[in-house]
C-alpha cells in the first residue's frame, strides 16, 4: 500500500514537471541573468522583454492554429511583412491609418485563403502551398516598397502609437493587444466547440468526417485566422520600428517554430497551445536579451536559438514515443 502511494506520488511529481517543465526553466534562466547582470530584472528592462515578445508571440499564436491541424504555413514570414508594408506605404500616400490597417489585415486574410484553397481544395502539400506563396508575397512587398524601407516624417504619432505608446507610462498598448489576442485564441482553443475540432483535425484528419468534423474547412479557417494574426504582428511590428521593409520577416518562421517546438513541452504535452506558445516566446526573447546584456554576438544568439529548438523537438518526440507506448 505504502509502496503503491509512493509510485503515485513519483508519477504526480513527473507529471507535474513534464507538464510545466518550461515554465521551470523560464524562471531559472531570469534568476542566472539576473545574478550575472542586476540590470536584467530592472522594469525597463523586463518591459522591454514584454515589448519584443508581442509581435512574434501574436505571429506565433496563429501559426499554432496550422500546426495544431498538423500542417504549417511557411508563408508567415511575408505575411507579416506584407501587414507592415502595406499600412507604411499606404500612410505614406495619405490613407487614413485605421484604413490602411484594415486594408492590411483584409489582404493577409486574402493570403490566408489562397493557402487554404490551394491546400484543402487544390490538394497541395500544405508546407509547398504555403512556400510558393511566400515567395510571390515576398516580390509583392519588394515591388509595393521598392525594395527599401519605408519611411514618412508626415505621418504622424498615430503610426507609432500601438508599438510605442504605454498607457500609464508604463503599459505598452502592443501588450495590451496581445492581451486580448490570446484570450481570444485561449477561449477558441479550450472553450469552443470549433476550436477544439482543430485538435481532432490534427490527431486524425481522415476520421473526422465519420464524427461530422470538416477537416478542410477547420484548416482553411486555421489558415485565414494564421495570415491575419502574422499580419497584425507585422503592423505593430512597424509601429514599432516607425518604418517597414520587405525583410521584416525573413527570420520569422525559424523564430516562430523555436517558440512553438518550446511551447508544445508544456501544458499540453506534444501537443501545441496558447498558454505554451506564451511561454516559449518569453523564453526566446528571455535568453536573447540577456545574451545581449552579456555582449554575446550574434552568431552566438543563432546557435543558442538552434541547440533550443533541437532540445524542444527532441523532447516532444521523446514525449510522443511514451505516449505511444502507454496506450
Not at 1 to 9: L, S
Not at 134 to 153: A, E, L, P
Not at 171 to 193: F, N, Q
Amino acid at each position: 500500500m505504502t509502496e503503491a502511494k509512493g509510485k503515485t506520488k513519483s508519477k504526480n511529481g513527473t507529471g507535474i514537471l513534464q507538464k510545466y517543465g518550461l515554465l521551470i526553466i523560464t524562471i531559472l534562466v531570469c534568476i542566472i541573468f539576473s545574478a550575472l547582470r542586476p540590470t536584467f530584472h530592472g522594469m525597463g528592462n523586463i518591459i522591454n522583454i514584454v515589448s519584443s515578445t508581442v509581435v512574434l508571440c501574436i505571429a506565433g499564436l496563429g501559426l499554432s492554429l496550422v500546426m495544431i491541424t498538423g500542417e504549417i504555413d511557411f508563408a508567415c514570414g511575408a505575411e507579416l511583412a506584407a501587414g507592415g508594408c502595406i499600412v507604411a506605404v499606404l500612410a505614406k500616400n495619405g490613407v487614413n491609418y485605421f484604413a490602411a490597417v484594415l486594408v492590411a489585415l483584409a489582404v493577409c486574410a486574402v493570403i490566408g485563403t489562397i493557402n487554404g484553397i490551394l491546400h484543402t481544395r487544390v490538394g497541395i502539400p500544405g508546407f509547398i502551398a504555403t512556400m510558393g506563396v511566400s515567395f510571390v508575397v515576398d516580390g509583392i512587398n519588394k515591388m509595393i516598397t521598392g525594395s527599401t524601407r519605408v519611411f514618412s516624417s508626415t505621418w504622424g504619432d498615430i503610426f507609432v502609437a500601438i508599438g510605442q505608446k504605454r498607457i500609464g507610462g508604463v503599459i505598452p498598448i502592443s501588450v495590451i493587444i496581445l492581451i486580448v489576442v490570446a484570450i481570444l485564441i485561449l477561449v477558441y482553443t479550450e472553450g469552443m466547440t470549433n476550436g477544439r475540432k482543430l485538435y481532432a483535425v490534427g490527431a486524425n484528419s481522415d476520421a473526422c468526417k465519420y464524427v461530422g468534423i470538416d477537416a478542410r474547412k477547420e484548416k482553411m479557417k486555421a489558415f485565414i485566422i494564421s495570415a491575419i494574426l502574422c499580419g497584425l504582428g507585422g503592423i505593430i511590428n512597424s509601429s514599432q520600428l516607425n518604418a517597414a521593409t520587405p525583410y521584416m520577416g525573413d527570420t520569422t518562421l525559424v523564430s516562430l517554430l523555436t517558440m512553438l517546438m518550446l511551447g508544445a513541452t508544456f501544458y499540453r504535452s506534444g501537443v501545441f497551445n496558447v498558454p505554451g506558445t506564451i511561454v516559449g516566446a518569453l523564453l526566446v526573447n528571455i535568453i536573447n536579451n540577456g545574451m545581449v546584456l552579456m555582449g554575446a554576438k550574434t552568431w552566438q544568439q543563432y546557435v543558442v536559438q538552434g541547440a533550443i529548438m533541437l532540445f524542444a523537438v527532441t523532447v516532444i518526440t521523446i514525449m510522443n514515443i511514451r505516449a505511444k507506448r502507454g496506450n
